[in-house]
């Protein structure tokens, strides 16, 4: 397949995604790991993610980015903030999942998850359970679409390119913001 080297002529890296890529939290931009990957391979690292944004933002943000034509790589790291954008239905699903696989009946965890409204993180009078499960559907494959969509046009521009897309990381796990009654979702 393809070889990356400094010897090529493009000499460009270049990351489109969120937080993860942008990031978020880190002082010095060189320890992003697009600058990291950037180096490895002795490319220009370009960073153009945006913390906060979802796959949609990211598709706006290629078609605005002329340089693409110019990378031998091109990272893309999203989709956190398209499941953290509909908590309320990713988290009421987990805390029905996880109540359900503990012998609770279904009506009775229902219930129990629509009266639930902790300020700010979750809502569970906004549930609908009778289409939990096409709207937890219709959140990955709008995501899936859109980073389809995302590596299509950015082919549109620069058929040579690698291209790389991160794995999409749980945002919810470990954060106890989004714990709700002890259940990490």
Same mark, same amino acid.
Do not use: W
């Given at each position: ?47 153009? #993610? %945006? /913390?906060?944004?979802?796959? @949609?933002?990211? *598709?706006?943000?290629? +078609?605005?980015?002329?340089?693409? $034509? ?23 699903? #987990? %805390? /029905?999942?996880?109540?359900? @696989?503990?012998? *609770?009946?279904?009506? +009775?965890?229902?219930?129990?998850? $629509? ?25 990955? /494959? ?44």
């Amino acid at each position: 397949p393809h070889q990356l080297s400094a010897s090529q002529e493009k000499k460009l890296c270049i990351a489109f995604g969120d937080s993860i890529a942008s990031g978020y939290g880190i002082d010095n931009v060189n320890q992003t790991y697009p600058a990291i990957i950037a180096k490895k391979f002795g490319l220009y690292c370009e960073n153009n #993610a %945006v /913390s906060g944004d979802k796959s @949609a933002d990211m *598709l706006n943000v290629i +078609s605005n980015t002329p340089s693409v $034509k110019d990378a031998a790589l091109i990272t893309i790291s999203i989709g956190g903030n398209d499941l953290i954008a509909s908590k309320d239905i990713v988290l009421a699903k #987990a %805390v /029905s999942d996880k109540m359900g @696989a503990m012998g *609770l009946p279904s009506q +009775s965890v229902q219930k129990f998850i $629509k009266e639930i409204n902790i300020s700010g993180v979750f809502n569970g009078a906004n549930i609908n359970f009778e289409t939990i499960d096409a709207d937890m559907e219709n959140i990955f /494959s709008s995501l899936q679409k859109n980073i389809e969509d995302g590596v299509k046009l950015l082919r549109s521009v620069n058929e040579d390119a690698v291209i790389i897309v991160q794995t999409l990381y749980n945002p919810y796990l470990g954060n106890p913001e989004y714990q709700i009654f002890g259940f990490d979702v």
